[in-house]
């Protein structure tokens, strides 16, 4: 599976738009993108997921480049409580997911 | 909420005792993946059981076991506890193994 790189922490102002970027530079075709978000010590929230094309649903956006090397998670409206670590996570073998060490993303108001 | 549920919430175990973690799936959901998330770390994937049968299995030793039961419900078994296993255990369930997983809360396991 692709690894993936994650600034270590992001600011947000309440109300804005949350960009988070991820590098996943050595993908394969196959590795579908996915994205998970973890608030303190809970369980990891499933967000989004996407292979090639954009993906929006209730809760975000998903770009993906056309290369696929990286992608932005974009949460349109951010609250206080979408402070979170953000994990973008690339894998082909869905029995095993890599989630590396995530974005700190601190929504301020 | 995910439909995911975990027991017990918090455990308190020592050195060289031997623990038993509980997972029930969301209905509907056949896999059930265990993680162990040490303190300012991501989680770090245990093993996955499909179908009551071991699926893929990550860097971790013998003493980390499991079962999956015919209602896919499924356990997490950690012999000869040491220091280290000090973490929160999430486990996931999800349709078949190439699905979206969907996390519980964790159980918070202190080893002392």
């Known amino acids: 599976d692709a690894k993936t790189t994650q600034p270590t922490s992001m600011d947000c102002a309440e109300g804005r738009a949350a960009n988070l970027p991820c590098n996943h530079s050595?993908?394969?075709?196959?590795?579908?993108v996915y994205w998970y978000r973890q608030i303190h010590s809970q369980g990891p929230q499933y967000i989004i997921h996407?292979?090639?094309n954009n993906e929006t649903n209730e809760m975000a956006s998903l770009i993906i480049t056309e290369d696929r090397k990286s992608s932005t998670l974009i949460l349109p409206h951010a609250t206080l409580r979408d402070t979170a670590v953000y994990y973008c996570?690339?894998?082909?073998?869905?029995?095993?997911?890599?989630f590396g060490s995530g974005t700190k993303l601190n929504v301020k108001p | 909420e995910t439909g995911v549920t975990q027991s017990p919430t918090h455990l308190i175990k020592t050195r060289g005792q031997q623990v038993t973690l509980r997972c029930s799936s969301q209905?509907?959901?056949?896999?059930v993946s265990w993680y162990q998330q040490a303190l300012g770390q991501g989680p770090q994937f245990i093993f996955q059981?499909?179908?009551?049968?071991?699926?893929g299995r990550g860097n971790f030793p013998p003493r980390f076991s499991g079962l999956q039961f015919p209602n896919y419900s499924s356990e997490l078994n950690v012999n000869a506890l040491e220091l280290d296993d000090s973490a929160l255990y999430l486990c996931?369930?999800?349709?078949?193994?190439?699905?979206?997983?969907?996390f519980g809360p964790g159980t918070r396991l202190t080893v002392l």
């Open positions: 996570i690339a894998l082909y073998n869905f029995n095993k997911f890599y």
């Open positions: 996931a369930s999800s349709r078949g193994g190439s699905d979206t997983q969907y």
């Open positions: 209905s509907g959901h056949n896999t």
């Open positions: 059981y499909y179908r009551e049968e071991e699926n």
């Open positions: 996407g292979l090639k």
């Open positions: 050595t993908i394969s075709g196959n590795e579908y």
